[in-house]
């Protein structure tokens, strides 16, 4: 056998601070740290092929973290979100009818007067332009593959991939190799369940002392919808059909600028029955009259979906470490009851902005930043989720009905009395030991889908726009690759192949009928990189790797 190549060396460049991610957190960061001093060198690297294209949320956002970074965003002319919510409505689904909640029973924090909708993406390309009209170096296209660390343990940095590998190992005529970005600090913001994040968890222990973390799917559509039916600023929630009252989730749908809607469906993934596609409950959800009156007739342009960090003010783990720290939603910051976290991740990076530019005026470097650990909880982000710290556990332990009501008594006594009957509940399990076994639960059977208001994973994944090069390594790794078929397919029926919402996972035979042979096949090139699989495999055998930058999704206005 022919000895390995040497791989050349890396080339390298030298910041203040380097930045892992280009999404609400990471930007905001970036901005801040050249408002206060704009000698600071920064640069941002994205994995997505442009600034937004990997973004994907609601959203309303509360613009508490917009307004402190840029007071004067409301009178900009291209400013990204210009649609006020104007109304709120919360229902209870039944299969036919919905029991519309009244608005004066909610906990003030859930009312969304005040908050915009629009698309994350394109508030992300706004402040990515900002901040480049600011100095900062953005480097879309790139995916920070590797932490560097110092002869002390301390992060130093981050190496991007290297281009051109084929999936047999070996290297291309457009082999490239990766760069390495040092910097004093290095922030990152990865987004939920970042993989260079779960390494540095591990290495420093970043969870100790903190419970286990939670995570939900959303999956999205975005609608042109008729104009007769679209009231702008209109936002609805609900919760129940099509989910069963044991399992937690629910839906949204908003009416933006230009006749469209953005329609999405969560579910919790502590999720018991190994046989529910969250993807497919979604589609039966949109079949609901409440839903389908809006959408009948219209036009669905986008998909996408992407994994939801639910373990909230229990949950965060310890954000500092020697040479850098976590921030917005790679430290789980998104308030559940809600369905909000932006506004807390343009906070954390406010924050640490703030640390880090203190930190480097000291002289310091590749130190830890602990001031952002110190006192995060005391304030914004902390009063925010520390006020809805039980509406998980409780939606956990008692099931839709009576956890949402208990939930909502929860938020009433912290908003009003500074306190909880509860205490801090624990959320119990991890995600991926929740599932039964399939002798223990009844099959779901989905209806096949009507190419008008339901469809099919692979149409809706050509509708994200998701491109991967296809002779590259495959970058969802399995530890065990005999698991998926002999442990999984027996046990679970492989769920892998029903909680992926992009098709990504399948199980085949060489008789369909007699289930003879069955294989476990990974179609790496339909990933949205929505983390699903990383988190509720229940052996915890796949393990999601960056893929050559540029690749996946490119969501156009999410």
């Not at 990152?188 to 419970?211: I, Q």
């Not at 009416?255 to 953005?262: A, G, L, R, S, Y």
């Not at 640390?355 to 130190?367: C, E, F, T």
């Not at 949402?404 to 500074?418: C, R, S, V």
């Amino acid at each position: 056998m022919a000895e390995a190549q040497e791989l050349p060396p890396r080339e390298g460049m030298d910041y203040d601070v380097v930045i892992v991610g280009a999404g609400p957190s990471g930007l905001s960061a970036a901005i801040r740290l050249k408002q206060i001093n704009p000698e600071t060198s920064v640069v941002v690297v994205e994995k997505g092929s442009e600034v937004g294209a990997h973004i994907l949320s609601g959203v309303v956002l509360d613009p508490i973290g917009l307004d402190r970074l840029l007071p004067g965003w409301r009178e900009e002319a291209d400013r990204p979100l210009t649609v006020p919510v104007t109304e709120d409505r919360f229902y209870f689904l039944g299969p036919k009818g919905a029991l519309r909640l009244l608005n004066f029973t909610m906990p003030k924090l859930m009312n969304n007067h005040g908050n915009f909708v629009g698309s994350l993406g394109n508030v992300c390309r706004w402040l990515a332009g900002k901040a480049e009209a600011l100095g900062v170096e953005i480097y879309p296209g790139f995916a920070a593959a590797e932490v560097l660390y110092g002869d002390k343990g301390e992060v130093i940095g981050v190496a991007t991939g290297d281009m051109g590998v084929a999936r047999d190992g070996h290297r291309k005529d457009s082999f490239t190799r990766g760069m390495e970005l040092r910097g004093k600090y290095t922030l990152f913001a990865e987004g939920v369940r970042g993989s260079l994040t779960k390494t540095l968890l591990a290495r420093y222990n970043l969870a100790d002392g903190r419970d286990y973390p939670k995570f939900g799917i959303g999956i999205k559509e975005l609608w042109q919808i008729d104009p007769a039916k679209h009231m702008p600023g209109l936002v609805q929630h609900s919760f129940g059909w099509p989910l069963d009252l044991n399992t937690g989730g629910g839906s949204f749908l908003y009416h933006i600028e230009d006749n469209q809607v953005c329609v999405g469906f969560v579910v919790h993934l502590n999720y018991k029955n190994p046989t529910l596609s969250p993807f497919d409950e979604f589609q039966r959800f949109k079949t609901h009259p409440i839903v389908a009156e809006t959408l009948t007739g219209g036009k669905r342009i986008a998909y996408g979906a992407r994994a939801i960090s639910e373990g909230g003010w229990q949950s965060v783990p310890k954000l500092t470490f020697p040479g850098g720290a976590l921030i917005g939603c790679t430290a789980g910051f998104i308030n559940v009851p809600r369905i909000k976290g932006t506004h807390n991740a343009m906070l954390s990076g406010i924050l640490a902005a703030e640390k880090i530019s203190a930190a480097l005026a000291a002289g310091r470097a590749h130190d830890e930043v602990v001031e952002i650990e110190n006192e995060w909880r005391q304030g914004d982000i902390g009063r925010d989720l520390k006020l809805v710290r039980n509406v998980k556990p409780l939606l956990s332990k008692f099931g839709a009905a009576l956890g949402t009501m208990l939930g909502g008594i929860d938020m009433w006594t912290n908003e009003l009395l500074g306190f909880s009957f509860f205490g801090t509940l624990k959320h119990g399990k991890p995600d991926y030991a929740t599932l039964k076994p399939l002798s223990e639960v009844k099959p779901i059977v989905y209806p096949k889908p009507d190419g008008k208001l339901s469809f099919d994973k692979l149409s809706s994944v050509f509708l994200s726009n998701t491109n991967h090069e296809e002779d590259q390594p495959i970058h969802l790794k399995l530890k065990d690759p005999s698991i998926p078929i002999s442990k999984n397919l027996p046990e679970y029926g492989e769920p892998a192949r029903l909680y992926c919402p992009a098709g990504v996972y399948e199980v085949l035979y060489d008789d369909d009928v007699k289930k003879t042979n069955p294989r476990f096949v990974i179609n790496a090139q339909n990933c949205v990189h929505c983390k699903t699989c990383d988190i509720k495999d229940p052996a915890q055998n796949i393990n999601w790797t960056t893929p050559e930058g540029g690749g996946g999704p490119n969501y156009a206005n999410m």
